[in-house]
T-cell receptor, first 117, second 114 residues
Framework: AQKITQTQPGMFVQEKEAVTLDCTYD???????LFWYKQPSSGEMIFLIY??????QNATEGRYSLNFQKARKSANLVISASQLGDSAMYFC??????????????FGTGTRLQVTL | NAGVMQNPRHLVRRRGQEARLRCSPM?????VYWYRQLPEEGLKFMVY????????ESGMPKERFSAEFPKEGPSILRIQQVVRGDSAAYFC????????????FGPGTRLTVL
């Protein structure tokens, strides 16, 4: 089974609108972390937001928020007030295990977001 | 405060040659991770190193690939006798400690094997 599933290969959103990028994960660990990264066409990986499995509040960073539903094992990224510069690939990733025991990230296949005028 | 540096940014090799990819982590970071991204795919973990130690190499192909992170100098990912299937973007990430949440990524090295 895929550990990280991103079911939307591509998404379109109009400028200034909000968009949700889906991510579901699969793990048997109680302690884990979920990440979102942005990869623009220039290729670099930009960290956006992090959610720990024990965090009670949904993470927020500026226009980015993470809709964390633990029982459903989903960690969707919400981008509010989309901007043209948000056009990029977006990757969801997970780090399993207690902090300090397993540090590698497992990535999904990504969602390509295109922001239109 | 420089970020993670990788060089070269682009590398072209012919089949059978060796490729050496370098990664200098952020200042104060002693943990380095290498990931590979094949075209139109997500990143796949290869190896995790701490200074002078390989902590986890579960994602490294058993043959032709090796990695090191010496006490002094950058981390090196070495690919011997490259084949066309090695063409990919190779990303290095660093973190200050094993428990730090964020991994800071470098710009990547794009390897093309002719």
């Amino acid at each position: 089974a895929q550990k990280i599933t991103q079911t939307q290969p591509g998404m379109f959103v109009q400028e200034k609108e909000a968009v949700t990028l889906d991510c579901t994960y699969d793990t048997s660990d109680q302690s884990y972390g979920l990440f979102w990264y942005k990869q623009p066409s220039s290729g670099e990986m930009i960290f956006l937001i992090y959610q720990g499995s024990y965090d009670e509040q949904n993470a927020t960073e500026g226009r980015y928020s993470l809709n964390f539903q633990k029982a459903r094992k989903s960690a969707n990224l919400v981008i509010s007030a989309s901007q043209l510069g948000d056009s990029a690939m977006y990757f969801c990733a997970m780090r399993e295990g207690s902090t300090g025991t397993a540090s590698k990230l497992t990535f999904g296949t990504g969602t390509r977001l295109q922001v239109t005028l | 405060n420089a970020g993670v540096m990788q060089n070269p940014r682009h590398l072209v090799r012919r089949r059978g040659q060796e490729a050496r990819l370098r990664c200098s982590p952020m200042k104060g970071h002693s943990h380095v991770y290498w990931y590979r991204q094949l075209p139109e795919e997500g990143l796949k973990f290869m190896v995790y190193l701490q200074k002078e130690n390989i902590i986890d190499e579960s994602g490294m192909p058993k043959e032709r690939f090796s990695a090191e992170f010496p006490k002094e100098g950058p981390s090196i990912l070495r690919i011997q006798q490259v084949v066309r299937g090695d063409s990919a973007a190779y990303f290095c990430a660093s973190s200050p400690t094993r428990t730090y949440n964020e991994q800071f990524f470098g710009p990547g090295t794009r390897l093309t094997v002719l």
